[in-house]
């Protein structure tokens, strides 16, 4: 067999009347405006398909004589042009974010996966869908963001299913070239390079970057002739090969992103972590400064403050750690520069209290960040128990991790038929704005129903083509296929489950009870449908044994007409299902769920939740937007026994609320079931849009970010060094502070009377203004903690004997008060006094 000598990707060349479109494609506007994504798909539809809805591949190969009968139409020139327009429109207009004060001028954005399309498989699952999305977001906002990620030349992997269920995955090399990328180039027209020092070894990397609407995703690309094959391979795979490939994976993420905005001429004054993935990136900010004459701990401290960290998973498995050894290799001697002493390095991921051999990189993400926040208001407080120990001195709820709800793009998951009805109800560009979704009351049913079953037909032709093609691949043909006409059915009810297939997810939970579970399917009167897809990573065998396990029981005759597990799951067929099934069923082992966005997905199209209270869900569940599967979390019950009980009531809930109300159809609609959706789409969807989210960001961390930066950066880093020093005294001397007494006394008060309070504390070596002390009241609770405490802060009033005395007052509220007093260190510089983790309380 001859192998070829070179490889050459060779496209059509487009007519001058044309010449837009090839902009068009390489901005991924389209995966969220039709118009752009109608014209594209009319250049060559069956093309398009052929192509898996990837226009650049698909213009790359459309016959010469395609091209110049559209080149003649002038009707169609003149959509190419109007589209043009809108397009550069869109990168133009004025936004919300150009009217905000003191916001940053340039936000980095640093993720491991980028879901941004299919066309682009840079993404796994939620993380990267997540990413996508704020990029969408901030580009509906005009904030000013780059991403930074990695161009993994096979992406992730497709899923191939046997006929048993069983998953098999398969990889391919994408071309660059025909991805709507483009390589980015020096003033000199040469591709622009970065050089890592790793042990042994220079590594190099090219950029490629994709347009997000006006947003900018820069991707590094180890796969270049400069490289030796072992270094080619770095950017092979998304979460392939052993630690070292991973380590060397974000080394370049972290590293090599910082050298790439500095080889692109950008200075961002606000650095986003999303996940520990990228968390080396505040090591290099931390070489710069140190080798621009900074010490490392004012370094330490100027990186921190303009650093926002977001945690994504309560669960260890999904937290990368290292070998202790094989961090040592790569940043010791020869390895990797950094500015710090090793040890320092060391101990930025050394895990509180754990295993010293391990460097774990969600616990050096907390402790170079200022700004930290988990992803639902639940995770934020499971966050805050899991990571207690990088402040030992703080209980569990000082511990200062917040949370920001995540959020889904509007415009990209929702489907054409609730797509009709936002627009004619909301206008264009419904999911940039949260106001007016009252209007949606106004909506009838017959509009609501019509647009659900419009949907569900969808996703009904879709199941069929996708389980013939599967059934096909597998070698079936004529008669073995012929059920599949009419498997499933339009007008029945339908629950999609689609998502990562770890097992705290439990995929075949549903499965617990089959016998019941085949009657509610194969019910003549009331139907029951389930769409299931999903993929466990290569490595996860007990996820892949769910999906086998799922696999098999859908193959059977007497259900394969009602249940299906389809094959590699990816945005594309998500946004046929979270468009098209009536409810969303979610059945996490709480409070493992970090936030979960797809039933926000499923909301805005009109679907019901039907969902343990993990996630998003546990706070924005109100009783009349869905349905709340009873879980066992709170009474310690695991294992089999807790899967049996909550299998039991999903399914109790299922049979008895969910079918009904779906199937009651008094007057031939099922009003109960539209209030349901009316409801959801009209007080949940401004909720979940991503554009919520990244105004929380911007508002909560972005712009406090920001400021802290730039203060610790002013006059050459003056305010840096004075904190760092500072810390410095504090940690040493923090031994000597505590409470000597709190005085204060109720008698003959009542519920809004001023109580004075003083609190007497010893200093030590500390003065008055550097410690906060205040007092917290509340109702007492059993535990000995206080219900929703207050905070009243205490100013220092004099001193006698070493003792500082702090006095202030409080307006008393009605019932039990319990109050406790508190000394936490305090500086102007600080972000929150609690970063310390030191407290001295009574």
């Known amino acids: 067999m001859t192998r070829p000598l070179a490889r050459f990707t060779v496209t059509a060349a487009l007519p001058e009347a044309l010449a837009p479109l090839a902009r068009i494609a390489r901005n991924l506007a389209w995966t969220w405006d039709s118009g752009l994504l109608a014209l594209l798909r009319d250049v060559d539809p069956d093309?398009?398909?052929?192509?898996?809805?990837?226009?650049?591949?698909?213009?790359?190969?459309?016959?010469?004589?395609?091209?110049?009968?559209?080149?003649?139409?002038?009707?169609?020139?003149?959509?190419?042009?109007?589209?043009?327009?809108?397009?550069?429109?869109?990168?133009?207009?004025?936004?919300?974010?150009?009217?905000?004060?003191?916001?940053?001028?340039?936000?980095?954005?640093?993720s491991p996966e980028f879901g941004v399309s299919e066309t682009l498989p840079l993404y796994s699952g939620g993380l990267g869908v997540l990413a996508g999305d704020h990029l969408k977001a901030c580009s509906d906002l005009g904030v000013p963001l780059v991403g930074v990620g990695l161009l993994y030349r096979?992406?992730?992997?497709?899923?191939?299913?046997?006929?048993?269920?069983?998953?098999?995955?398969?990889?391919?090399?994408?071309?660059?070239?025909?991805?709507?990328?483009?390589?980015?180039?020096?003033?000199?027209?040469?591709?622009?390079?970065?050089?890592?020092?790793?042990?042994?070894?220079?590594?190099?990397?090219?950029?490629?970057?994709?347009?997000?609407?006006?947003?900018?995703?820069?991707?590094?690309?180890?796969?270049?002739?400069?490289n030796a094959p072992s270094e080619r391979r770095i950017t092979d795979r998304l979460y392939?090969?052993?630690?070292?490939?991973?380590?060397?994976?974000?080394?370049?993420?972290?590293?090599?992103?910082?050298?790439?905005?500095?080889?692109?001429?950008?200075?961002?004054?606000?650095?986003?972590?999303?996940?520990?993935?990228?968390?080396?990136?505040?090591?290099?900010?931390?070489?710069?400064?140190?080798?621009?004459?900074?010490?490392?701990?004012?370094?330490?401290?100027?990186?921190?403050?303009?650093?926002?960290?977001?945690?994504?998973?309560?669960?260890?498995?999904?937290?990368?750690?290292?070998?202790?050894?094989?961090?040592e290799r790569y940043f010791g001697d020869g390895g990797v520069p950094?500015?710090?002493?090793?040890?320092?390095?060391?101990?930025l991921g050394a895990e509180p209290g754990g295993d010293r051999g391990y460097f774990n990189m969600a616990v050096m993400g907390l402790r170079l960040a200022a700004h930290v926040n988990g992803v639902s208001r639940l995770h934020g407080a499971v966050s805050r128990e899991m990571f207690q120990g990088v402040w030992p001195g703080l209980t569990v709820d000082e511990v200062p991790i917040g949370s920001i709800t995540n959020g889904v793009h509007a415009e990209t998951w929702v489907g054409p038929a609730f797509d009709r009805l936002y627009r004619d109800?909301?206008?264009?560009?419904?999911?940039?704005?949260?106001?007016?979704?009252?209007?949606?009351?106004?909506?009838?049913?017959?509009?609501?129903?019509?647009?659900?079953?419009?949907?569900?037909?969808?996703?009904?032709?879709?199941?069929?083509?996708?389980?013939?093609?599967?059934?096909?691949?597998?070698?079936?043909?004529?008669?073995?296929?012929?059920?599949?006409?009419?498997?499933?059915?339009?007008?029945?009810?339908?629950?999609?489950?689609?998502?990562?297939?770890?097992?705290?997810?439990?995929?075949?939970?549903?499965?617990?009870?089959?016998?019941?579970?085949?009657?509610?399917?194969?019910?003549?009167?009331?139907?029951?449908?389930?769409?299931?897809?999903?993929?466990?990573?290569?490595?996860?065998?007990?996820?892949?044994?769910?999906?086998?396990?799922?696999?098999?029981?859908?193959?059977?005759?007497?259900?394969?007409?009602?249940?299906?597990?389809?094959?590699?799951?990816?945005?594309?067929?998500?946004?046929?299902?979270?468009?098209?099934?009536?409810?969303?069923?979610?059945?996490?082992?709480?409070?493992?769920?970090?936030?979960?966005?797809?039933?926000?997905?499923?909301?805005?199209?009109?679907?019901?939740?039907?969902?343990?209270?993990?996630?998003?869900?546990?706070?924005?569940?109100?009783?009349?937007?869905?349905?709340a599967i009873p879980s066992l979390d709170d009474v310690h019950v695991h294992g089999d026994r807790r899967d049996e009980v909550e299998a039991a009531a999903m399914l109790d809930l299922i049979e008895h609320e969910v079918i009904p109300r779906f199937y009651d159809r008094p007057q031939g609609l099922p009003q109960r079931w539209l209030e349901m959706v009316r409801h959801t789409i009209t007080t949940l969807a401004p909720e979940v849009l991503a554009t919520r989210m990244v105004r929380d960001y911007v508002t909560d961390r972005y712009v406090p970010a920001a400021l802290a930066g730039r203060r610790l950066s002013d006059d050459d880093h003056a305010a840096a060094r004075t904190l760092a020093s500072w810390k410095a005294h504090v940690r040493e001397h923090w031994h000597g502070v505590s409470i000597a007494m709190l005085d204060a006394d109720a008698t003959g008060l009542h519920a809004g009377d001023r109580l004075e309070i003083n609190v007497h504390a010893h200093l030590g070596a500390l003065r008055a203004e550097d410690v906060n002390v205040h007092v917290v009241y509340g109702r007492p609770r059993p535990d000995g903690g206080l219900a929703a405490p207050s905070i009243a802060e205490l100013s220092p009033a004099g001193d006698r004997n070493g003792t500082v005395r702090f006095s202030g007052t409080l307006t008393l509220p009605a019932g039990p008060l319990g109050i406790a007093a508190r000394a936490l260190p305090f500086h102007p510089a600080l972000t929150d006094p609690r970063e310390l983790g030191l407290v001295a309380t009574t």
Not at 57 to 78: I, K
Not at 260 to 273: K, N, R, S, Y
Not at 570 to 581: I, K, P
Request: with cysteine; hydrophobic share 45%.
């Open 47 to 110: 093309g398009l398909e052929a192509a898996e809805g990837n226009p650049v591949a698909m213009l790359a190969s459309v016959a010469p004589h395609r091209l110049a009968q559209l080149a003649d139409d002038p009707t169609f020139v003149g959509r190419v042009a109007e589209a043009a327009g809108r397009l550069d429109a869109t990168l133009t207009a004025d936004s919300w974010y150009a009217s905000l004060p003191t916001a940053p001028r340039l936000i980095a954005y640093f």
């Open 154 to 226: 096979q992406g992730y992997f497709r899923q191939r299913l046997t006929v048993s269920g069983a998953q098999v995955e398969e990889f391919s090399d994408h071309d660059p070239a025909l991805l709507p990328l483009h390589r980015v180039s020096a003033a000199d027209g040469a591709p622009v390079r970065i050089t890592l020092q790793l042990p042994g070894v220079h590594l190099h990397a090219g950029v490629w970057r994709a347009d997000v609407g006006r947003v900018a995703l820069y991707l590094l690309d180890t796969d270049i002739a400069e």
């Open 240 to 327: 392939g090969g052993d630690a070292e490939h991973r380590l060397r994976q974000e080394i370049l993420l972290g590293v090599g992103g910082m050298r790439m905005l500095d080889a692109l001429g950008l200075a961002p004054d606000v650095f986003h972590t999303n996940e520990g993935h990228a968390g080396f990136l505040g090591v290099e900010r931390t070489r710069r400064l140190v080798e621009a004459g900074l010490d490392h701990a004012s370094a330490l401290e100027a990186v921190r403050a303009a650093t926002v960290f977001t945690t994504h998973t309560p669960v260890p498995a999904g937290i990368d750690r290292f070998p202790r050894g094989l961090v």
């Open 338 to 347: 950094t500015g710090l002493p090793l040890d320092v390095l060391l101990g």
């Open 425 to 627: 109800r909301l206008g264009d560009g419904y999911g940039a704005n949260p106001h007016g979704y009252g209007a949606l009351r106004d909506l009838h049913d017959h509009e609501l129903w019509d647009a659900r079953c419009s949907a569900r037909e969808t996703l009904v032709r879709e199941v069929r083509s996708r389980l013939r093609a599967h059934r096909s691949a597998v070698g079936m043909r004529g008669a073995q296929l012929r059920w599949i006409d009419d498997a499933f059915d339009p007008g029945a009810l339908t629950i999609g489950f689609a998502r990562r297939v770890p097992t705290y997810k439990r995929l075949t939970l549903i499965l617990r009870q089959r016998e019941r579970l085949v009657r509610l399917l194969t019910d003549r009167d009331r139907p029951l449908q389930l769409v299931f897809a999903g993929k466990a990573h290569p490595h996860d065998h007990p996820g892949k044994a769910l999906i086998e396990e799922l696999g098999a029981f859908a193959a059977a005759h007497d259900v394969r007409h009602r249940v299906v597990m389809l094959a590699d799951y990816d945005m594309a067929m998500a946004r046929t299902l979270v468009a098209g099934v009536d409810v969303w069923l979610n059945n996490p082992l709480r409070p493992l769920e970090a936030c979960g966005t797809s039933g926000m997905k499923a909301a805005l199209n009109g679907g019901l939740n039907c969902s343990i209270l993990d996630g998003w869900w546990d706070e924005l569940y109100d009783g009349g937007n869905g349905f």
